[in-house]
């Protein structure tokens, strides 16, 4: 194994940035630069971003807020064109509206907040190979799709009477996607994002099940119920609107006439995302986390079969198949790391795995449910199930390299306290504020297999102040402190990336990407290849080493200060005079940067 990963990026690990500094930081050698800001109009009819005279219809052509997932899909043949795909997972109101304007402007503010949401996608260029992009305004394929885009949905549940309203008695037809978190590109060439903490926007029935997916028959914090009659199950005919979301959608960045899908196949539950590997026999596999505390990973194998290039078939696939949900076991006696270093008797954490079946042949596998009901309600199927519950699994992608499995677990702190579930192998710490990430392996390789094996590829934390750490028998005093892993992707010599969600109140650092080496002697290294600004999340990492470019999603930039006090002025820091008439210059903005490198060496700016 070649030194670094054998990758072609080549850097120095940066230093932890304290997490009140706000500035892009990169490693010497690199630059940066952001591709597309929120607010920047996607259309030539599109106006341009001006904070003070921001409006629904402004922002519904123009870039959302908050990008999560994040692709640059580049076209085949030309190398220099491609397009950028975002979602755009949710709104800060604190940061994006003078609060004096948003107590007498609620209604359009939750209209520009619904308008803010969903996806986009936006045509790229470069003017060489290798080159830093930039994006296309008017492209032919850009597209923005909000909380009133129109959705089909698809598979077995599809039409079920749990899915109808009064708006939609097929129950086969939704307006919107909300909260998309992490996601991935299909081999076939559409993307997929998972609808995560969708229960916030809606209140809810009161029922047992509603409240296993976090929804309340309580007013929301949004508000979006006083806007639009179907985010209340109170309203006559709208019971069933929180069950519409949930899923994993399916878009066509190729074609914005498409109308996007939300499969029932894959379950409902806080999907972070899906990523899906082609099995040797070519049915499909999809891999997806369920971002709650103490709730599971789950698997689908489609019925069908991938045909390479037959896109439309393709589209198909993820429509009709298995679902299965996770059972994690130990191989020791069950270690319980509290702030002192505990590897097991036998060296690692590890065991075997079995994939427990909820839908199979087309059946329930669960007593006692349908299987409308065991996808509309798939959590409760899985506690049937008797399935692992975890420290709150976020991505959970494969390698494109080996087909192993990465799950990043980013934390748990309620593990082992009063009522909860204890540690177990696969998830070792009490209190778990740094999370881990675990490593898979199906049985022969075999992405359709039943059993697996796994271990634990690294318990973060900061190792100079937590013994509890472990990075696969790497020495300590040699890997960047990492904390709270999310989302995850790989380079393409296999080296594993990950992004951090919530460093700067655990370990007091920006949260920043990772690259961790997976083989060789240098298995568990962890080298911090960035940090983003004050209040930000990093998200949507992209790896194109072959380019030299890295490419991250800023989410939520500046999160923690306010409109008129703000911490971040990400990413143009420019701070303009006056409180509420910033005009086109302002700051923070989620963005989508690119990182890639510089011959002047800069390395680091404001
Ligand atoms: Fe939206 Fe699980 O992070
Ligand atoms: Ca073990
Ligand atoms: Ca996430
Ligand atoms: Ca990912």
């Not at 008797?386 to 390698?399: C, H, I, N």
């Not at 963005?591 to 060496?601: C, E, L, P």
């Amino acid at each position: 194994i070649a030194p670094n990963g054998g990758s072609k990026l080549r850097f120095t690990a940066i230093a932890p940035v304290p997490r009140n500094r706000d500035a892009m930081t990169v490693p010497e050698g690199y630059d940066w630069a952001p591709i597309i800001r929120w607010g920047d109009p996607l259309f030539n009819h599109a106006p341009k971003f001006n904070i003070a005279k921001q409006s629904a219809k402004r922002q519904a052509g123009q870039f959302g807020y908050n990008n999560d997932y994040l692709n640059v899909i580049v076209d085949k043949y030309s190398g220099r064109s491609g397009v950028l795909v975002a979602n755009h997972e949710y709104t800060n109101e604190d940061l994006m509206f003078d609060p004096q304007w948003f107590e007498a402007n609620k209604a359009e503010a939750a209209r520009i907040a619904m308008a803010a949401h969903g996806f986009s996608v936006v045509e790229v260029k470069r003017a060489k190979s290798g080159g830093p992009w930039s994006y296309i305004r008017g492209g032919e394929r850009n597209r923005r799709i909000t909380a009133t885009t129109v959705f089909a949905i698809d598979g077995p549940a599809a039409g079920s009477a749990l899915l109808q309203t009064t708006s939609d008695p097929t129950g086969r037809k939704v307006l919107g996607t909300l909260n998309n978190c992490a996601g991935g590109t299909t081999p076939w060439g559409t993307v997929l994002s998972g609808e995560e903490n969708f229960n916030q926007y809606f209140r809810g029935t009161g029922s047992a099940t509603d409240a296993r997916y976090g929804i309340a028959d309580e007013a929301t914090e949004r508000g979006w119920e006083d806007v639009d009659a179907r985010f209340s199950a109170r309203n006559p005919g709208y019971k069933n609107e929180a069950n519409r979301f949930g899923w994993i959608v399916e878009i066509d960045p190729q074609n914005p006439d498409s109308v996007p899908v939300k499969h029932t196949a894959l379950g409902r539950f806080k999907h972070e995302g899906a990523n899906v590997r082609i099995a040797d026999d070519k049915r499909v596999v999809a891999y997806s986390g369920d971002d709650e505390r103490f709730d599971y990973v789950y698997k689908f194998v489609s019925a069908k079969k991938y045909r390479r290039g037959d896109r439309r078939h393709n589209m198909t696939l993820l429509s009709a198949g298995d679902l299965y949900v996770a059972r994690f076991s130990g191989n020791s006696p069950a270690p319980e790391i509290d702030g002192s270093a505990a590897v097991p008797a036998d060296g690692s954490f590890d065991g075997t795995g079995t994939w427990l079946p909820l839908v199979k042949d087309g059946a329930s596998m669960i007593q006692g449910m349908s299987v409308e009901e065991v996808l509309i309600y798939t959590r409760l199927a899985g506690d049937k199930a008797g399935a692992t519950k975890m420290d709150r699994p976020e991505d959970v992608e494969p390698s494109p390299v080996t087909g192993k499995l990465y799950i990043a677990l980013t934390n748990n702190t309620q593990r082992n306290t009063a009522g909860k579930a204890s540690v177990d192998e696969a998830n070792p710490r009490t209190r778990n504020r740094d999370g881990h990430v675990i490593e898979l392996t199906e049985r022969n390789n075999d992405a359709t297999a039943t059993e697996f094996s796994w271990n634990i590829l690294l318990v973060a934390g900061d190792p100079a102040t937590d013994k509890s750490t472990y990075f696969s028998g790497y020495p300590k005093e040699k890997v960047s402190p990492i904390s709270c892993p999310d989302n995850l992707a790989f380079d393409s010599k296999g080296n594993l990336w990950i992004s951090t969600d919530g460093q700067p109140g655990t370990i007091g650092y920006c949260d920043a990407l990772h690259k961790v080496t997976l083989n060789g002697e240098e298995r568990g290294k962890v080298e911090q290849f960035l940090a983003v600004p004050a209040g930000a999340e990093t998200c949507g990492p992209l790896v194109h080493d072959r380019d030299g470019s890295v490419f991250v999603s800023v989410q939520h930039p500046g999160e923690g200060g306010t409109f008129n006090e703000p911490i971040s002025f990400f990413p143009d820091y420019v701070k303009t005079a006056g409180k509420t008439k910033r005009g086109e210059v302002y700051g923070p903005r989620p963005s989508v940067v690119q990182v890639f490198t510089d011959t002047k060496g800069r390395g680091s700016r404001k």
